[in-house]
């Protein structure tokens, strides 16, 4: 076949072949242009209602809603209460001066005696003729001396004899003195006003210089014995006021006669006494007492225990809001509770605190606020 014959052959194929995928394709040029175009319709049709719908309005964030009340603060009187006990203002354990034998015993246990009232009487023994020897010797001194002057006088007494007569007198008056003291002694008695809680001698015992006689306990008045914190000790002085309650119920008075200027070092408290009248003795020794000590006043509020909260580090206060309704944590100081609440200090002395909400709001946060009647 002719070269030019092939040519014009595969040249025609080519040409049937191009024309018959223009009529048949889908993907041809024509029907590209017939997709977009039917794409550009349907973005039309379902982007027309959204262009021709009102733009969304904006609204404020949700806040929450919290009751509140004004709060204004009152003066408080502070009041420090302590558990502790009552304690005789002085107790004695009278012993012996002298030696010798019980010939008489004038009380016993249980008896309230007076300053100077014997309790027992030792034996005399040979003190009286002891005592009787000594002025005999006194008056030979005497005698002695005076005739050491005389002869002094005259030159036939050196000084020296003479002092030394007048050393040998003041000595025999010395032994004597001695010798009465030592009788008066042999009698027992009550250094101060009090009750005899304990007599362990018995009638016939025979005393040493120092062995025990009897423990005076004296009640008027009384103590009441408490141990401060230190933390309270500062606001405390001497003569404050003082209510005590006994265990019994019975509440009586008093003032801090004594502050001690050392901490107990196992509790850091100091010991503080407060001086009670107890002219009838009627308040024992070592009786459990509630002391109530009085400690100025402040300024404070007064809250119910409901409404304090706790903040992320676990202090204890209240939420409060301001002028531009935003929640704030007060840290708060209870410096006294009861049946019906508690009084609180650390806020200023008028605040608007959340009573209802508190829990489900936070700090710095904008609130509704509906302010309590």
Not at 91 to 108: C, L, P, S
Not at 249 to 262: D, L
Request: glycine share 8%; charged share 25%; proline share 5%.
């Amino acid at each position: 076949m002719n070269r030019s014959i092939l040519i014009a052959i595969i040249i025609a194929v080519a040409a049937v072949g191009w024309l018959l995928t223009g009529v048949l394709g889908v993907d041809g040029p024509g029907n590209q242009d017939s997709a977009n175009a039917s794409e550009g319709a349907a973005a039309t049709a379902t982007t027309a209602p959204a262009a021709a719908a009102p733009p969304a309005s904006r609204h404020e964030p949700h806040k929450p809603s919290v009751r509140t009340r004004i709060s204004e603060s009152t003066p408080h009187a502070v009041q420090i209460t302590v558990r502790g006990r009552t304690e005789s203002v002085r107790t004695v354990e009278v012993r012996a001066q002298t030696q010798g034998r019980i010939e008489h015993i004038y009380r016993k246990k249980g008896d309230r005696v007076a300053k100077g009232d014997p309790i027992a009487r030792l034996a005399a023994g040979d003190r009286s003729a002891r005592l009787a020897e000594t002025e005999a010797l006194i008056k030979q001194r005497e005698i002695e001396h005076e005739a050491d002057r005389k002869l002094n006088a005259k030159g036939y007494r050196a000084d020296t004899q003479v002092v030394a007569g007048a050393a040998a007198l003041d000595a025999a008056k010395a032994a004597r003195m001695s010798m009465e003291v030592d009788i008066a002694y042999l009698t027992i008695r009550a250094p101060f006003d009090g009750v005899i809680s304990s007599r362990p001698v018995q009638l016939g015992a025979f005393l040493k210089v120092g062995d025990p006689v009897a423990v005076i306990v004296d009640q008027d008045p009384i103590l009441a014995i408490g141990n401060i914190s230190e933390r309270e000790i500062g606001q405390v002085e001497i003569g404050t006021p003082a209510a005590v309650v006994l265990i019994d119920g019975r509440k009586v008075s008093g003032k801090v006669r004594f502050i001690s200027p050392i901490a107990e070092p196992s509790t850091r408290t100091f010991r503080t006494e407060i001086e009670i009248d107890n002219a009838d003795r009627s308040i024992r020794d070592g009786i459990t007492a509630e002391i109530m000590l009085e400690a100025g006043s402040v300024q404070a509020h007064f809250l119910t225990p409901a409404i304090l909260t706790l903040n992320d580090a676990g202090v204890i206060g209240v939420r409060t809001v301001d002028r531009n309704r935003q929640v704030a944590f007060v840290p708060i100081s209870i410096i006294a509770d009861g049946p019906d609440g508690i009084w609180v200090s650390g806020l200023p002395p008028q605040v608007q605190i959340i009573t209802v909400g508190q829990e489900f709001v936070r700090e710095g946060q904008i609130v509704d606020v509906a302010l309590a009647e």
